[in-house]
C-alpha cells in the first residue's frame, strides 16, 4: 500500500540522466508511519544503477488537490530522512487559491529550513520546461507508459530473485565451507560414504542452482518481452534498470556456480583420489601379508639335506611354494604398478604411494633371490649328495669284489689274471661313473655347503682313498701272481727201496748207478726251489688264512 499511496518510480530520467521519483496526490500520506517512508524511499533511491544515482534524483510532488500543510509535511519527511543525493524538488502547489497563496508564504518562509533545491509549480506546463514529456506519465500531461501493478509485479520477482540468487550463495558457501573443513577418512567405507555424501548435497545444490537460473530467465523474458508488444515501444529506463539488475543478477548466479563446479570439481577430485589411496592402501596391507607369510615359509625351508631323497623332497616343496607364490608376486607387481599410474596421474599423496611401492618390488624381489639362492644350494647339494652316493656304492661294490675272490685261486697264474682284471675293470668302473667327480664337487661348492655336508664329503673320500689303497695293493699282489712262472717237472728215477726186488748182481752196471744219484739230485733241486707255500701245505693254510682275516679287519674297519 505504501508504494501505490505515496510514491513511485515511474521509469523517467531528467534532462541530464537523473532519476525521477514521484509522489502523487495521497491524502493518508501524513498517516504513513515513518519507518514504512523511509523503507520506500530506501528501496527506490536503490534500483537505479549507480552512475544514475550518483548525478542525483529529481523529485515531483503533485499537491494540486491538498493543502500547504500537506506540502509542508511532505517537505519536511523528504528533507529529513532521503538518502540519497537529491538534486532537486519540483512541488506542484496546490491550485486553490487560498492555498496557493499560503503555500508561497509558506514556501518562502521556511525554504532555508529545507535545506534543498524547491522549485514551485503552478502547472503542468511549468513542470513540462523542467522535465521532457517522453519522460513523466500520463497524470503528468507526458508519454511515458506506466503501469504500477505491472512495475510491482516486475519488482517483486526481481527482489525474489535478487533473494534467491543471495540464498543459493550462501547455501554454496555454507557447503563449500563444509568440504574445505572436512577431514579425509583413513578406510575405504567411510571414504566411500564421504564422497557420497558429498555428491548428493552437490547434486541438490546443483539443482537449486538449475531452478533460479530457470526462475532468471523466466524474468528476463518477460522483461525484454515489454518492448515486443508494438513497433513504437520502447522500455524506459526503469525497465532497462530492471532488465539490467536480472542481467547483473543471472550474471551473479553464473559466476557463483563455475566458483562452486571449480571449488567442487577440485574437491570431488581429492575425495576419489582418497578413495583410490585407501584401496591402495587396503590392498598393500593385503598383499605385504601374503607376502611376510611366503617369505617366512621360505625362510623355513631347509636348505641341507642328510641325502639324496631329502633332498629332492626339499627341491619339490621349494617348487611347490614358488608356484604358490607366483600369483602373489604378479598380484604385487600389478598393484606397485598401479600405484606408479597414481603418481603419474599427479595424486595428492605421492610421497605415501612411492615407498610401498618400492618395499613391494623390494620384498619380491627378495622372495625371488631368496628362492634362487635355496634352489642353487639345494641343487649343488643335490650333487654333492648323488656323489657321496656313488662313492659310498662304488665302495661296497669294491669291498664286495676284493671279499669275493678267493685267496687259493689267485695263487695260480690263470686265477691271479683273472682277478687282476675285474680288479681293473674295476678301478676303470670309478671313472666312467664319475665317482673321483666328488673332490672336484668338494673343492667347486666347499663355499656354499654346511660343515654337515663338508664333514660327510671328507668320510667319504676317505673310505674312497682306503678303498682305492687296498684295490691298488690288491693289484699290486695278483700282478706278482700272474707274472711268476711255473718250472716244468722232471722226471726222478725210483728209489731202491721202492724198487720190486731182483736178483743181485755182484757187479751193478755204471748206467744205473750213475742214474740214481742224478734223479735225487734233481728230486732235491726241485724241491729246494719251489716256494715256501707250495713246499709247505702248512705254510700255505695259514697264508690263506691270514688273508681272509685281515680283508675281514678291513671290512669291519671301513663300515665303521
Partial sequence: NCFIGCSCAAGGRGKDGAPIITFPEYSGFSEVPEEDFLNV????TSIPSLDAAS????IIIDRRKDKWSSV????SRIAGAFPGNLQLVLVLRPSRFFQRTIADIGIKLHKDDFKMKIVML??????????????????????????HSQWIHHRTAIENFALTVKTTAQLLQRFGMELAETELPNDVQSTKDLLTAHTDKHNNLKDELKLALRQGSTLFTCIKDQAAKSDNHKLNPDEMENQTTVERLLAQLDETENAFEQFWSTHHLKLEQCLQLRHFEQDFREVKVSLDTLMDSLKGLSDTGDCVARVEHLLKELKALEEKAQSTLEKAQLHAMHGDQLIQSNHYAVDSIRPKCVELRRVCDDFSNEAKKKSDVL?????????IEKVNQ????????????????????????????DIEHFLESAEKNHVTELRNLHKQYEVVLSEDIKGNILKALKRLEDVQEMFEKRHVSLKRLSAKQTRPIQPVAPRP??????????????????????????????????QPSESDPNNKKKNIRKTKGGIKVLLLSLHH
Fill in 497 to 530: 727201496e721202492s724198487s720190486p726186488k731182483r736178483p743181485t748182481q755182484k757187479n751193478p752196471t755204471r748206467t744205473s748207478g750213475g742214474q740214481q744219484p742224478l734223479a735225487r739230485k734233481l728230486s732235491d733241486n726241485s724241491n729246494s726251489n719251489k
Fill in 72 to 75: 509542508k509535511a511532505s517537505l
Fill in 394 to 421: 662304488w665302495c661296497e661294490s669294491g669291498i664286495f669284489l676284493l671279499a669275493s675272490q678267493a685267496v687259493d685261486k689267485c695263487q695260480s697264474q690263470e686265477g691271479a689274471e683273472s682277478a687282476l682284471t
Fill in 379 to 387: 641343487s649343488k647339494a643335490l650333487h654333492i649328495h648323488m656323489g
Fill in 122 to 147: 503552478n502547472s503542468l506546463s511549468d513542470l513540462h520546461g523542467y522535465v521532457d514529456k517522453s519522460q513523466l506519465t500520463q497524470e503528468f500531461g507526458g508519454s511515458l507508459e506506466y503501469s
Fill in 41 to 44: 524511499v530506501t528501496y527506490l
Fill in 55 to 58: 548525478i542525483g534524483f529529481i
